[in-house]
């Protein structure tokens, strides 16, 4: 595999840097840019009064490894098809720094994406997957299943997600900043909301009484340094898609590029589609983020760990080993090292693995693309004609045996990335049904 080791410079480089925030800005309506903001307040017209000093510190933070990002706001929408759907809203920092990372690594992984998925991938739309389909509908493939994963996003495994990002990416400071993105994105598996906890209640006391110090200390010493300003003469230069000269993709015998694409011969041609004085406070609202960084995960932890630590001492098993420890250890030392010891064996075995990525981030879109590439290779080599926008996807078959062969296709190749199919929602439809697909009718 070619080696990366100065990607996370090139993730943070001024230019990148830049062209990230104006891609951020580009998303938000002008009118809307005062009021676009994330948890921390800021808005993008606050980040763009001082905008040298907050990408130039955002910058410095990446380089360091000091650049932690901060927990999202978390809202509800209907979703059109019934059903509600969790959106996030990062701080305008995080955004940026997301754009940025998303810059830089889509290119790696580009190439080796098939071409029956076309959800937010640069020169694809909707509009293209919808006439992929009603091609291939026209064309002898009359029998469709037509699928739905349940809770795909909020189901995506971490562990899986970050073996198959590192298959491209070998700079680990980067893997860790993706990392470190998933953990505020984990789906919490402790305690109900609404059921107060003190373990958590306190380190949310703690830390916001840290913050405050620090806020004051940095308010009270730091002052505005007259150092060079990389991005006064930084180009703005559109995100560059196209693989460079020399890069290599290696192929696996389970993700194989050139056979999968081999089942792609009857799909229509491509050229037939249609085709972003606050420096302070910058320093404030990043540096204390990095001071801190320890602290969200510590609270999270902490959270998870006290209702299943209990659990696992009540259980019989817990009781037992706690019973043996406090005999072989005596008293109240005995019984202290008996609940340490006990927890850490048991914990591991209780405590579900870290699923989920926000929605409404500008790098999940990206990563759920890695993440069901595999499913399109499944597919395909299987013989099948997919096409896949997001978790929205369709396969085609001339008669109805091979649609039934490929439902049962699709529910293992999901089950094997740890997804499930959505059996109320996915469906067999015949030549004469008519398949209303992404928000429009395909007969």
Same mark, same amino acid.
């Given at each position: 595999?070619?080696?990366?080791?100065?990607?996370?410079?090139?993730?943070?480089?001024?230019?990148?840097?830049?062209?990230?925030?104006?891609?951020?800005?580009?998303?938000?309506?002008?009118?809307?840019?005062?009021? *676009?903001?994330?948890? /921390?307040?800021?808005?993008?017209?606050?980040?763009?009064?001082?905008?040298?000093? &907050?990408?130039?510190?955002?910058?410095?933070?990446?380089?360091?490894?000091?650049?932690?990002?901060?927990?999202?706001?978390?809202?509800?929408?209907?979703?059109?098809?019934?059903?509600?759907? &969790?959106?996030?809203?990062?701080?305008?920092?995080?955004?940026?720094?997301?754009?940025?990372? &998303? &810059?830089?690594?889509?290119?790696?992984?580009?190439?080796?994406?098939?071409?029956?998925?076309?959800?937010?991938?640069?020169?694809?739309?909707?509009?293209d997957a919808v006439y992929c389909t009603r091609q291939l509908r026209g064309h002898g493939y009359g029998w469709v299943v037509d699928g739905d994963i349940a809770a795909c996003f909020d189901s995506l495994d971490h562990?899986?997600?970050?073996?198959?990002?590192?298959? @491209?990416?070998?700079?680990?400071?980067?893997?860790?900043?993706?990392?470190?993105?998933?953990?505020?994105?984990?789906?919490?598996?402790?305690?109900?909301?609404?059921?107060?906890?003190?373990?958590?209640?306190?380190? @949310?006391?703690?830390?916001?009484?840290? #913050?405050?110090?620090?806020?004051?200390?940095?308010?009270?010493?730091?002052?505005?340094?007259?150092?060079?300003?990389?991005? *006064?003469?930084?180009?703005?230069?559109?995100?560059?898609?196209?693989?460079?000269?020399?890069?290599?993709?290696?192929?696996?015998?389970? /993700?194989?590029?050139?056979?999968?694409?081999?089942?792609?011969?009857?799909?229509? #041609?491509?050229?037939?589609?249609?085709?972003?004085?606050?420096?302070?406070?910058?320093?404030?609202?990043?540096?204390?983020?990095?001071?801190?960084?320890?602290?969200?995960?510590?609270? #999270?932890?902490?959270?998870?760990?006290?209702?299943?630590?209990?659990?696992?001492?009540?259980?019989?098993?817990?009781?037992?080993?706690?019973?043996?420890?406090?005999? *072989?250890?005596?008293?109240?030392?005995?019984?202290?090292?008996?609940?340490?010891?006990?927890?850490?064996?048991?914990?591991?075995?209780?405590?579900?693995?870290?699923?989920?990525?926000?929605?409404?981030?500008?790098?999940?879109?990206?990563?759920?693309?890695?993440?069901?590439?595999?499913?399109?290779?499944?597919?395909?080599?299987?013989?099948?004609?997919?096409?896949?926008?997001?978790?929205?996807?369709?396969?085609?078959?001339?008669?109805?045996?091979?649609?039934?062969?490929?439902?049962?296709?699709?529910?293992?190749?999901?089950?094997?990335?740890?997804?499930?199919?959505?059996?109320?929602?996915?469906?067999?439809?015949?030549?004469?049904?008519?398949?209303?697909?992404?928000?429009?009718?395909?007969?």
């Amino acid at each position: 595999m070619q080696t990366q080791e100065d990607l996370m410079e090139r993730l943070a480089a001024p230019e990148n840097l830049l062209t990230a925030w104006r891609m951020v800005r580009g998303n938000i309506p002008g009118y809307r840019r005062q009021r *676009s903001s994330g948890p /921390d307040g800021v808005s993008l017209t606050e980040f763009e009064r001082d905008l040298p000093a &907050q990408l130039g510190t955002l910058r410095h933070m990446l380089l360091k490894g000091r650049y932690q990002p901060q927990a999202p706001g978390l809202f509800t929408i209907a979703k059109r098809n019934g059903g509600t759907r &969790q959106i996030a809203m990062l701080n305008v920092v995080d955004r940026v720094a997301q754009r940025a990372t &998303q &810059q830089v690594i889509e290119p790696l992984y580009e190439p080796r994406f098939l071409p029956c998925s076309f959800g937010f991938r640069p020169g694809r739309s909707i509009q293209d997957a919808v006439y992929c389909t009603r091609q291939l509908r026209g064309h002898g493939y009359g029998w469709v299943v037509d699928g739905d994963i349940a809770a795909c996003f909020d189901s995506l495994d971490h562990k899986l997600l970050i073996n198959r990002v590192g298959k @491209q990416i070998s700079d680990n400071r980067v893997l860790d900043l993706i990392q470190r993105w998933l953990g505020i994105g984990i789906i919490e598996n402790g305690l109900p909301a609404d059921r107060p906890n003190w373990v958590a209640h306190g380190c @949310q006391k703690a830390s916001r009484g840290l #913050r405050r110090g620090v806020d004051w200390a940095l308010n009270t010493f730091t002052r505005p340094e007259p150092n060079y300003d990389p991005y *006064s003469s930084a180009r703005y230069e559109p995100s560059n898609y196209v693989a460079q000269d020399g890069d290599e993709y290696p192929e696996t015998g389970e /993700d194989s590029l050139e056979e999968a694409e081999d089942r792609f011969y009857q799909y229509p #041609r491509e050229d037939e589609m249609k085709r972003r004085t606050l420096q302070n406070r910058a320093i404030q609202q990043i540096a204390t983020g990095g001071l801190f960084m320890g602290t969200s995960w510590a609270r #999270r932890s902490l959270t998870k760990a006290a209702p299943v630590a209990i659990a696992a001492l009540k259980s019989p098993a817990g009781q037992l080993a706690l019973k043996r420890v406090i005999l *072989s250890g005596g008293g109240a030392l005995g019984a202290a090292a008996g609940v340490a010891v006990t927890t850490y064996f048991l914990f591991r075995k209780v405590v579900p693995g870290q699923v989920g990525v926000l929605q409404g981030s500008p790098l999940s879109p990206l990563l759920s693309n890695i993440y069901l590439h595999s499913f399109d290779v499944s597919i395909t080599q299987a013989g099948y004609r997919l096409v896949r926008y997001a978790d929205d996807w369709v396969i085609l078959c001339p008669d109805q045996k091979n649609a039934e062969i490929a439902f049962n296709q699709a529910t293992l190749a999901l089950d094997r990335i740890h997804l499930k199919i959505n059996r109320e929602k996915t469906r067999i439809l015949t030549p004469s049904d008519r398949l209303d697909w992404l928000g429009e009718t395909v007969e």
